[in-house]
């Protein structure tokens, strides 16, 4: 990697900032997370080599605070800002806030993110693609299916019959300036849907799937010399990401007492022969739940020579977890996965 970027603003929060923090920390770049009020000792907070206060608990006071955040990037003097949910990486006014202010912004430039009227969410569609867009073209190219229940995509995984034709429009993304990473959805008619940037609840998929690190692919966008991608024997593998999430009525606060599935990655090695898991956990036994925010516990994705092996194996780690203080979407997750897998998951997990 071109090591251009050597700190970043962390913005973002739960499993999906842990991940980043330990991506960095995998790369030997300096982490800075930001937090609220009442997550001073968040678990993203703890990973991190330092740490910031935004502000009040309200997202819109704190986590999703321009001036805030841009604030923050400043008084920690870091190189860049790395946002991580759609959220907040598909926001042009952040993404001109931070180059006004002298620093490296880790995403598509604001006046692309403008211009194709990105409004910063999940992608909505049931199918779609991954990638790592630079000017040479699109990279690490990710069929995607997913799952959703109540628009909150669940799970996420390879189709065996892959994607088809891309849609004009994405196939014009480096031409048009995009850069990093990338999550599309494609609409009934083949066509583009969503445009989002950052790391979405799908990005795991095309980790998977490549053996590489997102973070990583991100960091070498945003340094201007993101070179050439690294293509692994035996990649791409089948994929598949799954959000295991708290079923606390919205706004109710909880206490985690169990242990969450949390699985480091092995990154840019050949794969494994069999199934290989990662899990990122948001929390650990003791940490709380705050009803301000998202309700996402953890993550867990897997890679394995079919969508079936792979499914299986992120359901071997959701089946039988302790305790965790609070309920959880779980066994409906594996139901997914069940469908995936067929006869290789058993019922009930």
Do not use: N
Request: aromatic share 4%; hydrophobic share 45%; glycine share 12%.
């Amino acid at each position: 990697m071109v090591q251009a970027v050597e700190s970043v603003l962390v913005a973002g929060r739960g499993p999906m900032a842990c991940a980043v923090i330990r991506a960095c920390g995998r790369l030997g770049v300096k982490a800075v997370a930001v937090y609220s009020e009442p997550e001073r000792d968040a678990r993203h907070v703890r990973l991190a080599d330092e740490s910031v206060l935004l502000g009040p608990a309200p997202a819109t006071e704190s986590y999703l605070d321009v001036r805030r955040l841009v604030e923050a990037a400043r008084r920690t003097r870091v190189d860049a800002v790395l946002p991580v949910p759609p959220a907040l990486a598909g926001s042009a006014r952040l993404a001109a806030a931070v180059a006004d202010a002298g620093l490296t912004w880790v995403g598509p430039p604001a006046d692309v993110l403008e211009r194709l009227g990105g409004d910063g969410v999940e992608p909505a569609s049931e199918r779609g693609f991954l990638a790592w867009v630079t000017a040479a073209g699109l990279h690490h190219v990710t069929p995607v299916l997913r799952d959703r229940a109540g628009g909150t995509p669940r799970v996420s995984w390879t189709p065996t019959d892959g994607l088809g034709p891309l849609p004009a429009a994405a196939r014009r993304l480096p031409e048009i300036g995009w850069r990093g990473l990338v999550t599309v959805g494609i609409d009934p008619d083949g066509e583009l849907a969503e445009v989002a940037a950052g790391f979405s609840l799908d990005m795991a998929v095309l980790e998977r799937a490549h053996g590489v690190d997102a973070v990583e692919l991100a960091l070498r966008s945003a340094s201007g010399r993101p070179g050439e991608p690294t293509v692994l024997p035996g990649t791409p593998r089948a994929a598949v990401a799954v959000q295991l999430r708290s079923t606390l009525p919205p706004g109710t606060a909880g206490r985690v007492t169990g242990r969450l599935p949390d699985i480091r990655a092995r990154v840019g090695r050949r794969p494994l022969l069999g199934p290989e898991v990662v899990a990122d956990s948001g929390y650990e036994p003791g940490d709380r739940l705050d009803g301000w925010y998202d309700a996402l516990l953890a993550t867990v994705s897997a890679a394995g020579p079919s969508p079936a092996r792979a499914a299986s194996a992120a359901t071997d780690v959701l089946t039988g977890l302790p305790e965790t203080g609070v309920p959880h979407d779980g066994a409906a997750v594996c139901g997914v996965l069940h469908r995936i897998a067929g006869a290789l998951v058993p019922d009930g997990c």
